[in-house]
């Protein structure tokens, strides 16, 4: 599951960084990161509940510290990457409409 994890994290930079140019694309990604991580302590909740289900280890402290690092911590890292490349889009455009 942490491979999958990865694997999602990775597909959702390749999608941002393949669409940076598109700007109604990366809004609706960065909308889909703010909200992943806004449900990251819920989800550690439900994950440290059921931990036993799909893992052998319980890596899913209260004080989500796991979570943190391995889930929303590349979320926020693309979705400052993303607030970089919305003010330079609108610079770009500020020197086009001027």
């Known amino acids: ?11 959702l930079w390749v999608v941002a960084l393949s669409t ?12 889909l990161i703010c909200a992943l991580v806004w449900a990251s302590e819920t989800l550690n909740t439900l994950a440290h509940r059921n931990w036993r289900s799909f893992s ?12 943190a690092v391995m889930f ?3 979320l926020l890292l693309l979705a400052m990457l993303q ?5 330079l889009q609108s610079a770009e455009l500020l020197v086009v409409v001027k």
């Open 72 to 74: 929303a911590g590349p």
């Open 83 to 87: 607030m970089i490349n919305f003010l």
């Open 56 to 67: 052998t280890q319980d890596y899913f402290d209260p004080d989500g510290f796991f979570t």
């Open 1 to 11: 599951w942490i491979q999958a994890l990865l694997a999602g994290h990775a597909v």
């Open 20 to 31: 940076r140019k598109r700007f109604n694309v990366q809004v609706a990604v960065f909308f």
